[in-house]
Nanobody, 118 residues
Framework: QVHLVESGGGLVQSGESLRLSCAAS????????MGWYRQAPGKERELVAKITRSSTIRYADSVKGRFTISRDNAKNTIYLEMNSLKPDDTAVYYC????????????WGQGTQVTVSS
C-alpha cells in the first residue's frame, strides 16, 4: 500500500516560484516513472512533467524552460521547481507513481493547489 504525500502548493504572484514535493511512503518498492499532472477548473488533467527509472525526463511544452523535475532516491521523493509562474499555471497538481508491474495501477496523491495571481 503506497501513499504519495504532496506539499508545497500555495498562492503566489505572476513571475514568482514554488517548489512542490512528493514523498512516497510504505515498504520498499520500485517505480518505472514518477511525475506530476495538473488539472485546472473546467479542463482535463494534463501531464506536466515525468522522470523515469532511468532518469529520462519529459516536460509539457507549456512549462519547458520554467519547471524542473528532480528525484531523491534515498528519500523516495520527487520535486517540481516551478519558476516564472503564470496565471495559466493555476491548477491542482497531482503527483503520480507508475509501478514496474504491468498489472498494477498508478498511484496518485491527493493534489496540492497552486494559484498564480496576475
Amino acid at each position: 500500500q503506497v501513499h504519495l504525500v504532496e506539499s508545497g502548493g500555495g498562492l503566489v504572484q505572476s513571475g514568482e516560484s514554488l517548489r512542490l514535493s512528493c514523498a512516497a511512503s510504505g515498504s520498499i518498492f520500485s517505480f518505472s516513472a514518477m511525475g506530476w499532472y495538473r488539472q485546472a477548473p473546467g479542463k482535463e488533467r494534463e501531464l506536466v512533467a515525468k522522470i523515469t527509472r532511468s532518469s529520462t525526463i519529459r516536460y509539457a511544452d507549456s512549462v519547458k524552460g520554467r519547471f524542473t523535475i528532480s528525484r531523491d532516491n534515498a528519500k523516495n521523493t520527487i520535486y517540481l521547481e516551478m519558476n516564472s509562474l503564470k496565471p495559466d499555471d493555476t491548477a491542482v497538481y497531482y503527483c503520480y507513481a507508475a509501478p514496474v508491474s504491468v498489472s498494477a495501477s498508478d498511484y496518485w496523491g491527493q493534489g496540492t493547489q497552486v494559484t498564480v495571481s496576475s
